[in-house]
């Protein structure tokens, strides 16, 4: 029965990617009759056919297809400090992500383990962490720029920023809600406190930390290629605004698409390191 519900949602979606190419396909074909009617501004923008109304400006499938197949078999190429493989872009983005990623877990989870066993600890922290957690992490770039005066560094502050609050959350509700029959048990047998960390309130709260892991990827991901954008150097965010700037659609495309494999398959591996630790009452 799992077997053949897989197989039929397997089916629709290759149904559904096929009718959204067809549609790509058919808006990107060329109007008859609409060379007299292109806008200058619009013109001077795109220049050749696309101009003159002969073709769309925004690229076809193929097009995309043949500008990712071009990529993929050069994916490491450097041909100057702007003009970098997307293999490259990207290894530095990945890079970013999980320094700052792994850093955030360093201080989120003994930190969430701290609030979610105390009370005091907990009321007192709440509300810092109701202020700092809605603010948006590219709000802290101008800031890290102007204190570390390094781009890399600053981006990875924000990943640090990004991922810090649901593994922080999580992690905090995880411990606070062990069920109170474990913790009494371990009473009666005289655990002590580091002992019953690791060995009750670790592994009960273990799928709840990492479903906190698995969004702060998610997030860390999202948030790289915008500060990425902003700091400029390398990394994927920086490929896609150069991009923009040489006009390029088929590459921003492409890249859109590796960014969307790439935190699919973050999310992926998180999914499957939690299916490790679930366990059944």
């Known amino acids: 029965m799992r077997a053949s519900l897989s197989l039929r949602a397997g089916l629709l979606s290759i149904a559904i990617l096929a009718a959204l190419i067809g549609i790509w396909h058919v808006a990107t074909l060329p109007t008859a009759g609409a060379a007299g009617n292109v806008d200058p501004e619009y013109a001077a923008l795109v220049s050749g056919a696309a101009a003159e109304g002969q073709k769309s400006a925004f690229p076809t499938p193929a097009d995309v297809g043949a500008t990712l197949w071009k990529h993929i078999k050069d994916p490491f190429y450097v041909r100057g400090a702007n003009d970098q493989g997307v293999g490259i872009q990207l290894a530095y983005s990945l890079g970013r992500v999980l320094v700052g990623y792994g850093l955030a877990a360093l201080v989120a989870i003994p930190l969430g383990f701290l609030i979610g066993m105390s009370p005091l600890t907990y009321r007192a922290l709440d509300p810092f962490i109701q202020i700092l957690k809605p603010i948006s992490p590219l709000a802290w770039m101008p800031l890290a720029l102007y204190t570390i005066k390094d781009s890399g ?5 924000v990943i640090f920023i990004c991922s810090l609050w649901p593994m922080l959350i999580n992690t905090a509700f995880g411990v606070a809600s062990v069920r109170k029959e474990w913790l009494n ?10 002992r019953k960390a690791f060995m009750v309130i670790l592994p009960a709260a273990a799928p709840t930390i990492m479903t906190g892991m698995r969004i702060s990827i998610g997030i860390a991901w999202l948030v790289i290629v915008a500060a990425e954008m902003l700091v400029g150097g390398t990394g994927i965010g920086y490929f896609v605004w150069n991009e923009w700037n040489n006009l390029s659609i088929g590459n921003i495309l492409t890249a ?8 699919m398959i973050l999310d992926v591996a998180l999914a499957r390191a939690a299916r490790l630790v679930a366990y059944r009452e």
């Open 153 to 157: 560094i600053s981006a990875i502050f």
């Open 185 to 194: 048990v371990a009473a009666t047998l005289e655990v002590g406190p580091l």
């Open 256 to 263: 859109i698409l590796l960014i969307g494999l790439v935190g």
